[in-house]
């Protein structure tokens, strides 16, 4: 009875405690101080940082193992990335960077109307970066520069119809009316998006929702941010460098009779001064045989032992300067892979093609999960949910978009910038 009537006082005693205890409706049940739950969430979202690093690390270590076994496939294929739309959306990432971390202090502040805006900001900047990176993806389907399995670029001509599609590489009508109008398709959701959204807020002006009516002004302008870096990537990749000219540069040649006759006097001069060059020195190439000619025949006596160490260390010498770092007839494999002169195959454009597509679509998905939290913390601080005490849900989203960009600061001269 004891027993019983000791865990009915504590129940009472928790139950008034219950009662007399500020819960505000934003600290969950089961923590007791909002810094308890700051601190708890930072946690959560460091070790799930932790997996997005280990996962990321994989692809890294798969690209590092690649380059080194075919460095100049990298270094060829490289030549078909526009330079101009990775910096950019480095620059756009790098800019969104800063307006998430202003936006955490927007919620720290209060100051719910610049909480919107750099949220809306954030989100116009991914926008704008999967706006050019669809630019990028679909110049290089059409042209073919594929996976190994489905590589099909010719230098001849880059940019295939769908018939030659269909007759030359074998592809089914639909996969080849993909591939000549994947523009088409990548744009097809962000604009159906936007007409729902457009559609949405002219309906909640109407009905006088004045919640959803602020939700959906500044959605409306993120979904048209995609567009508009659809335009940038257009103006850039219409300027950007043409598949011909990288071809060149991969092959070695120089295209251009301007550009040959520079090359051409610009040759006659050197040679003219290395043909200087060369009578020197076969002048004292000849004095330095007739001297080793004098040391061999001073060598032949065996008295002479300073002559025949000093022809040892002349051959020693010679050998290293040549190159030989093993005893004469002794042969060794070191390791030098033969590749083949065109880079530009299945087997070779085709395995960079597959890890760059992996790397940066990879990359991309995690920019549209970001989109998705970003849209919910846009909604809560329209509502006014954050606080002083509670501003958890925008510094974890932060960190996660840091690590975003993070990752692309790392791809952009890893893929782009190898020449």
Avoid at 255 to 280: F, L, M, N, R, S
Wanted: charged share 15%; glycine share 10%.
């Amino acid at each position: 009875m004891a027993t019983i009537d000791s865990l009915s006082s504590e129940s009472e005693t928790h139950d008034e405690h219950g009662h007399d205890h500020d819960h505000p409706a934003w600290l969950a049940h089961h923590f007791d101080t909002p810094e308890q739950q700051f601190d708890s969430g930072k946690l959560g979202i460091w070790l799930f940082l932790v997996t997005e690093v280990l996962f990321f690390s994989g692809m890294f270590c798969a690209y590092a193992m690649f380059r080194m076994l075919r460095p100049e496939v990298f270094e060829g294929c490289s030549q078909f990335l526009n330079t101009k739309l990775g910096a950019i959306n480095t620059g756009v990432l790098l800019f969104s960077s800063l307006t998430m971390a202003w936006a955490v202090r927007c919620a720290q502040t209060e100051e719910y109307k610049k909480l919107v805006v750099m949220i809306a900001s954030t989100l116009s900047c991914a926008m704008v970066f999967l706006g050019v990176k669809s630019i990028e993806y679909s110049h290089k389907w059409g042209m073919g520069l594929l996976p190994p399995g489905s590589y099909f670029y010719d230098e001849a001509n880059p940019h295939p119809t769908m018939q030659q599609l269909v007759d030359q590489h074998g592809f089914s009508e639909s996969t080849a009316y993909f591939l000549t109008h994947s523009l088409y398709y990548l744009c097809a959701p962000f604009a159906l998006l936007a007409i729902g959204v457009f559609i949405w807020l002219v309906y909640s002006k109407v009905t006088d929702k004045q919640f959803q009516y602020e939700c959906a002004k500044p959605l409306l302008v993120v979904c048209l941010s995609f567009f508009g870096g659809v335009g940038l990537g257009m103006v850039l990749e219409s300027g950007g460098e043409h598949s011909e000219h990288a071809v060149a540069h991969v092959d070695g040649e120089h295209v251009g009779g301007e550009h040959a006759g520079e090359h051409g006097d610009a040759h006659a001069a050197d040679h003219a001064h290395e043909h200087g060059k060369e009578t020197h020195a076969d002048a004292v190439v000849a004095s330095a045989e007739g001297n080793d000619v004098a040391i061999e025949l001073l060598a032949e006596s065996d008295l002479n032992t300073g002559a025949k160490a000093m022809l040892e260390a002349k051959q020693a010498q010679a050998d290293m300067a040549s190159g030989q770092i093993v005893a004469p007839g002794v042969e060794a494999d070191l390791g030098i892979h033969k590749v083949e002169g065109d880079v530009q195959t299945k087997r070779q454009a085709g395995v960079f093609f597959g890890i760059y597509y992996c790397m940066t679509g990879v990359h991309a998905i995690h920019i549209l999960a970001g989109i998705g939290v970003l849209v919910w913390l846009l909604v809560r601080a329209i509502r006014h949910d954050f606080n002083r005490q509670y501003f958890g849900p925008v510094d974890y989203v932060g960190l996660y978009w840091h690590l975003v960009d993070l990752i692309w600061i790392y791809l952009f001269p890893l893929l782009y910038l190898i020449r």
